[in-house]
């Protein structure tokens, strides 16, 4: 890895902390993100806000645009999601993070959202990258299913070349023979990457496992792993998700997962701050 | 895969087959494409397609717009090799493929280039796979380094349910444990693709093996195991090529490997057809 | 792989030839091998062989210890079938092959088959590598689901170092995460295997593709990629095998696949031998 | 899995707790297993007991059978070493663990060594698990590198089937395609097992990360992941390890893993017992 000049490490260059809302990542205090797979309607979107808010999370996420395997599914609420993210950001004081699937839709949704995510299938679509690389704001990038470290530090390597500093990675989970988990979370990928790059590193336990039963457990390992946060679906009826149901937790699951990862940050030093609470915004009905 | 409407086979859908320069993809002949990894002059070109002319391959290849892991790799000649590969078509009458890496490149792309392919690493760019379905140019769609059967066809499927009917599949290796080939070439999804689609399927084994010592092997069994044409990467100077040196060919050893092809398609009732000759053109210098 | 002193080629060293039988595995001859997963009777075995050896097969096989997932499958005939296996090599002159587990049946494996073989969850038993070392018979080696080439040539490198120097690799797909064939066959390690060791190798499709309809394309793509013989589970009455029925052929499909496979035999400058014709034998009721 | 009869969680059934020397592993103590890859002199032994007993870790582990890729490479010192790994016991009080390759070896290992481990690469040898079944010592089962969650349980199965109920497992990293890491720690399969079986289950991250800097980090994840102990390898001199130098942790870094993992271990309720605090013993010299 020796040809990235941006990402790496280097005995001059601090940790990369990023300012998304009142939150601070890639400093002591997590960063943890909650929200459904998709963003179904206002009703839903309110729901999780208001109860997450005093989780406390620090962000919002839902996809608006949706990439999909089958051309049939549900491809998202395009606009009219973006559109009720930025309400419910509103109201909350919390930041949202959306998908960006093409270069098209970046303008868009940099209008509305704070965090634009690369989802693991874009992770070597280099033309969006590159994109993202002249945007002002942070970025998000999954690593792709089956992607070396060296490939995922490269592709933040491209948004950071053209110009964006602020790049968050995310673990996710990657493609193995087993089929009892829907992915094998690598944590061994993410204690590598805090000591190659300065970068801060977030973790998805919920792709990685596919199986809400598994997202607690997963989500304290990677706090202890010493990741900088989390990305995590929950929603208000998980059964009831039009994507991911099975991964989904309950909001109430959602809660005692923030509360249960408190020791496990106090046992190494960071802490889980307030989430939106110095913000003033109105009350949710 | 229940799901894919126009991908699969059914009883009344017969094999797709799509005309390409004078060959035809998905019939009884098999289609042979030659040429280097990156377009790097004129010279190197008309090199490759004078002595590929009457191997015969049936069409070449060569990137303009190449994906490369670092950004600060050599990215492509971009418009100039475009216009070398038009060139060369035009003197050699050999229809030439290049690599789409963005909705921003097809207009231009598609009017140069006879056949644009789709890479690995953009096998599920949505946004770029619905935007060559409103192509009038075949679209050669590589699979994913983990890109399982299902979701290749329904990559596939986001083409063809987008108005772009002509679709090649390509096999060109997965991702695996083993560090002594580069990727391992899955036949067996060759054979299960060709009983599951109609599509015509194409095999890679430049970039399955990684090492040109086991291209010709490789490209045998391709063909005995149903594929309906290869993709090799040959280059007049291999060592000095600026990309993927290690498995590119000789033009020496690529008139041999077709040489070496023609019993084996014999033996399975298949043929490899004149390359160019019935179209009428300039000689090389 | 510098350290295999006696696995590697060299330039003073032929290409291992191992006569099994009257067949020559290693040399021109291709080296087919046929039969059921288990041995289950005598009825099945004579059934195989009377079909099978004029089809030609130049072996049979059939296993009577049986390496099962779980300890409550059917665990082989035992000793029975060895009796069984001898019966039918005497009756029909075909060379017999079967799995040995365990050192404790070295001997008496020994004393009744031509061929034992080790199966992929043993390839690095070495307790059982090292005693199959001063057996003397012929050792048919299954490359582990997740074994590297160095690790497969090495595991044979420990039969050759203690003392038995006629020892076949055979491929026979390796772990990966797609779930539509069983395993991914490796003709790129077939390929990368010949030319770095002088053993012969076998391949076997059945347990690659782990699905009937997709053995014979496989099987023709591993005599065209180099293989120097087969080895594929094929039963009388396919449906009703004991275990993996999914992948056995019928006997009618298994001469139909020899038949298919004469033609690209010939096309590399290989042929397929008589089976036991040579040998007199008492004629099958 | 619903063939497993003994493994899997029942309603009835409630966790298996193993006793080994003063330790009870899978109860609310961890069970903290450290030492070198290889046993290979007292000294390097005493070294090693006379600094980890008051880490304290709850057991000693080194290999005196090697399994190793090549059969020219250290085999272990074998009944030399047992001695060794028995004196230092005596003198410690702290239990030994080592590695049983073959059936052969069971009561001369049994006869020495407090648990017995079943390494990677004999996950699935059938004939050592149910010879294991009959040993009234406690067994350490490790996961296979391409092991299914499902062929791990049944591994168990095949031991406690055939008798022995004290089965602990032990996730280890299974293959994937990266290289930065010898290979993927599977916390998922951890969290995943702690649900459907009542076996213990401890997680060597040495072998998993393959590098030094990263074992402490993955410990930590380990433990909050649910894991019910450790097995670590550290080595007076790590660099002059015999086997795995690059993984090895000194003692120092050893007893201060121990120290960083107690607030994890608090965080969630459970703790780091004394070592072998009450059992008299001889000082070291």
Chains 1, 2, 3, 4 share one sequence.
């Not at 005995?11 to 797979?37: E, H, M, R, W, Y």
């Not at 988990?181 to 590598?192: E, P, S």
């Not at 909001?251 to 005692?256: F, G, K, N, S």
């Amino acid at each position: 890895m020796k040809k990235a000049k941006l990402a790496l490490k280097t005995d001059s260059l601090s940790k990369t902390q990023i300012q998304i809302g009142n939150a601070v990542v890639g400093g002591t205090d997590l960063f943890i993100v909650g929200g459904p797979c998709s963003v179904e309607s206002r009703e839903q979107m309110e729901a999780v806000a208001s109860r997450l808010v005093s989780a406390p999370v620090q962000a919002l996420r839902g996809g608006v645009y949706k990439p999909r395997t089958s051309p049939y599914d549900f491809q998202g609420l395009g606009l009219e999601g973006l559109e009720i993210l930025a309400a419910v950001r509103d109201r909350s004081g919390l930041p949202v993070i959306t998908e960006v699937m093409a270069v098209s839709q970046i303008d868009e949704i940099a209008s509305y959202a704070d965090v634009l995510q690369v989802g693991s299938r874009n992770m070597q679509n280099f033309d969006l990258l590159k994109a993202l690389g002249r945007v002002d704001k942070p970025i998000l990038l999954k690593r792709g299913l089956a992607a070396t470290l060296e490939e995922f530090v490269m592709a933040a390597e491209y948004i950071l070349s053209h110009g964006n500093p602020n790049v968050m990675l995310c673990e996710r989970g990657i493609r193995s023979f087993d089929t009892h988990t829907r992915n094998v979370l690598d944590l061994g990928a993410v204690v590598a990457l805090k000591q190659i790059t300065h970068l801060p590193i977030l973790v998805d336990p919920s792709h990685a496992a596919g199986k809400r039963e598994l997202v607690a457990d997963l989500s304290r390992a990677a706090i202890a792993a010493g990741a900088d946060g989390l990305l995590v679906e929950c929603h208000p009826e998980p059964e009831q998700s039009v994507s991911d149901a099975r991964q989904a937790l309950s909001l109430d699951d959602m809660v005692a997962l923030v509360d249960s990862i408190r020791p496990i940050a106090t046992a190494i030093n960071r802490s889980i701050p307030a989430g939106a609470t110095s913000v003033p915004r109105l009350s949710f009905v």
